[in-house]
């Protein structure tokens, strides 16, 4: 399985970007596709996931209500809206997927991406 995200930028804050990510290398129909994201000097943390089936998410405090995961089963990708961003929402964000159920932990995903950084100015 491979994941390639892209869409990374800088905004200034109040902003959007729509971040996507691609997925190739195998039918990911039963799979839980999250973002995450890494800041310089901290650990990665979840963002938000969504399943591929029934399409249910979940998304970290610090982000609901400002970004909406979403999927396209036919084009195999997983999109992160992001609005009204703001300078702590500045990281490296990450796609990821996981065989098994739903998880909010990093460590319990089975397939990355690359990266793309988001830079939001002050």
């Known amino acids: 399985v491979q994941l390639q995200a892209s869409g990374g930028g800088l905004v200034q804050a109040g902003g959007s970007l729509r971040l996507s990510c691609a997925t190739s290398?195998?039918?990911?129909?039963?799979?839980?596709m999250g973002w995450f994201r890494q800041a310089p000097g901290k650990e990665r943390e979840f963002v938000a996931y969504?399943?591929?089936?029934?399409?249910?998410?979940r998304y970290a405090g610090s982000v609901k209500g400002r970004f909406t995961i979403s999927r396209d089963n036919a084009k195999n990708t997983v999109d992160l809206q992001m609005n009204s961003l703001k300078p702590e929402d500045t990281a490296v964000y990450y796609c990821?997927?996981?065989?098994?159920?739903?998880?909010?932990?990093?460590?319990?995903?089975?397939?990355w991406g690359q990266g793309t950084l988001v830079t939001v100015s002050s």
């Open positions: 990821a997927a996981r065989r098994s159920g739903p998880s909010s932990w990093y460590v319990e995903y089975d397939y």
């Open positions: 290398g195998r039918t990911l129909s039963t799979y839980v």
């Open positions: 969504i399943s591929w089936i029934g399409g249910s998410t």
